[in-house]
């Protein structure tokens, strides 16, 4: 299908429909909006430094998705309401278009890709110099992570050895300098090519951290990294999961325990970098006198866990435990509260806060901007932790347990718990197959498992072994990264339902296939001839 594009560039402006309409060129530099150089005369490495550097996008998929998942629910009237929070937990499609919502996602990123875009024929026109090189694979490395979030949720999910035939989303590779640009929204497959493409082109081209001031701001080699882990495992190629976080993560070496019960070391390479780079649950926010000491900490540029943090304007920071639809302390006791049942038989580290009815996990810190320094109103920033240490290391445990190295899939798993569980005894809270077998057993006797009921990834036919396996990293995964997003993701890919309930005990559920698990395609794409997705296949009653 072919659509097309209208945009106009003058100076600092773009038209641009795919990405909402007019947009002011602007980035955020320390968390505040500044209007940049004038963006059609970057003429020297230092201005396009500057402008791959703003060309981050500032919106948040976590606050889009945070509500459809399977860890929120209806805590009743008197909690704030917004539509970005409200009508994915129905299932609704979202028509309101400010921060958090589809449509401002939407906006941001193919933004984002526009300004990279730029950047990138700013350098071609220079010559692109040999200082310039690490800026430009920067640029690409941003230009596929944001196609990448966004044909991962405005089109069909990347079906492992599937044909991958349906709409993916425009691939846009070329600064949009016409009155009347034409695309090709193409396939998922080709979408999903052009990303490797460009990682495959610029990933071992990215400079070394000395290249930035705050480094972490930046897809730096182990950021870029981290991102093509996450990439392979939505796509399914276990074995370049492996590849790539291998190059963030240290791979465990020093073993202690009985056969059958062997423990990674504690003076292992694995565990040591895994106490140095994760966030530290057992030690800072143990000590922590407060959730905003944590939230503070958790976002910061000097925390080792973060490999990628992002700015962005979202209502999570103030909102996230006040919502309407959202954790509750049932929610917490049956996933990562102290006394939360798991494997190893310990309790888990994190600590959660609550307020009435409102329960959450501190991570997200405000920083309110006003609009003017005379103004009263503004815009609220959240600083997001978009890539960290722990994905990485459970990206490859997974990816070990998909190749049957249920061994090394392990072995991670216990390095990952050393830093999560309280008082942690390598004898009394390691993780052997013994022990997985027993925690999931009763799971598994359910016929009406996802596992068995929707075969994602041929899981029917697995071993018992195998769906303990990733049934133990998806609970690991859920409870790491509450809220920051990646649990859809999880859903889908897994193919689990998930039920909401209201305050009234009426209760729903979203089956694996049902077209909602798409986001649509905002309004203002449709104008420039994109389709939207389809609304047909609804396996759902309606609420």
Same mark, same amino acid.
């Given at each position: ?313 979202? $209502?999570?920071?103030? @909102? /996230?435990?006040?919502?309407? %639809?959202?954790?509750?302390?049932? #929610? &917490?006791? =049956? ?60 990206? $490859?445990?997974?990816? @070990? /347990?998909?190749?049957?190295? %249920?061994?090394?899939?392990?072995? #991670? &798993?216990? =390095? ?60 690991? $995964? ?66």
């Amino acid at each position: 299908m072919k659509v097309y594009l209208k945009n106009t560039v003058m100076n600092k402006y773009i038209r641009n429909i795919l990405a909402g309409g007019l947009i002011l060129l602007t980035g955020c530099n320390n968390f505040l909006d500044e209007v940049p150089d004038d963006r059609t005369e970057i003429d020297s490495t230092s201005k396009l430094a500057k402008l791959i550097a703003d060309a981050y996008p500032k919106a948040s998929y976590a606050a889009t998705l945070n509500s459809r998942v399977d860890f929120v629910t209806d805590k009743g009237a008197g909690n704030k309401e917004y539509a970005s929070n409200t009508d994915p937990f129905f299932w609704r499609d979202v028509t309101d278009d400010q921060q958090d919502t589809p449509t401002y996602l939407w906006q941001k990123f193919y933004f984002s890709i526009a300004e990279v875009n730029h950047a990138l024929k700013a350098a071609e026109e220079m010559g692109m110099p040999k200082e310039q090189k690490p800026y430009v694979a920067e640029a690409k490395i941003i230009r596929a992570f944001s196609h990448f979030i966004l044909v991962s949720l405005y089109a069909k999910f990347y079906e492992w050895k599937g044909a991958n035939d349906s709409p993916g989303i425009p691939y846009v590779t070329e600064p949009e300098t016409e009155a009347i640009a034409q695309y090709d929204r193409e396939t998922v497959a080709q979408t999903y090519e052009k990303i490797e493409q460009d990682i495959v082109e610029s990933i071992d081209k990215i400079g070394p951290d000395a290249t930035y001031s705050v480094p972490r701001y930046h897809f730096t080699q182990a950021a870029a990294h981290a991102f093509a882990s996450r990439f392979y495992l939505y796509k399914g190629d276990w074995n370049n999961v492996i590849v790539h976080a291998n190059k963030v993560f240290p791979r465990p070496t020093e073993f202690v325990g009985e056969e059958g019960a062997k423990n990674v070391a504690v003076t292992d390479q694995a565990t040591i970098y895994a106490k140095n780079n994760f966030q530290p649950w057992l030690t800072t926010y143990a000590n922590a006198s407060g959730s905003s000491e944590i939230k503070i900490a958790y976002g910061a540029s000097s925390n080792m866990s973060n490999l990628l943090l992002t700015e962005m304007v979202c $209502r999570m920071s103030r @909102y /996230a435990n006040s919502w309407r %639809y959202g954790t509750t302390a049932d #929610d &917490l006791a =049956v996933t990562l509260d102290k006394k939360a049942a798991n494997v190893t038989g310990g309790s888990w580290a994190y600590r959660t806060y609550h307020n009435d009815e409102n329960y959450y996990v501190p991570k997200f810190y405000e920083l309110f901007i006003k609009t003017d320094i005379n103004a009263s109103s503004g815009k609220i920033y959240t600083i997001f932790p978009t890539f960290r240490n722990e994905e990485v290391l459970l990206n $490859r445990a997974e990816a @070990y /347990a998909m190749l049957d190295d %249920y061994e090394a899939a392990i072995a #991670d &798993l216990n =390095v990952f718990c050393r830093q999560r569980i309280l008082d942690y005894k390598e004898d009394a809270h390691v993780i052997t197959e013994a022990s997985l077998l027993k925690f999931y057993a009763t799971a598994l006797q359910n016929e009406e498992h996802f596992m068995k009921k929707y075969n994602a990834y041929g899981s029917a036919a697995w071993s018992d072994l195998k769906k303990s396996l990733i049934l133990c990293i998806l609970d690991f $995964r859920r409870n790491e990264f509450m809220w920051e997003g990646l649990r859809y993701w999880d859903l889908i890919r897994y193919k689990i339902p998930v039920t909401h309930r209201t305050n009234t005990g009426d209760e729903n559920t979203l089956y694996p296939g049902d077209d909602r698990w798409v986001l649509e395609i905002p309004e203002t794409a449709v104008l420039s001839g994109v389709a939207l997705n389809p609304r047909e296949n609804l396996l759902s009653k309606k609420w």
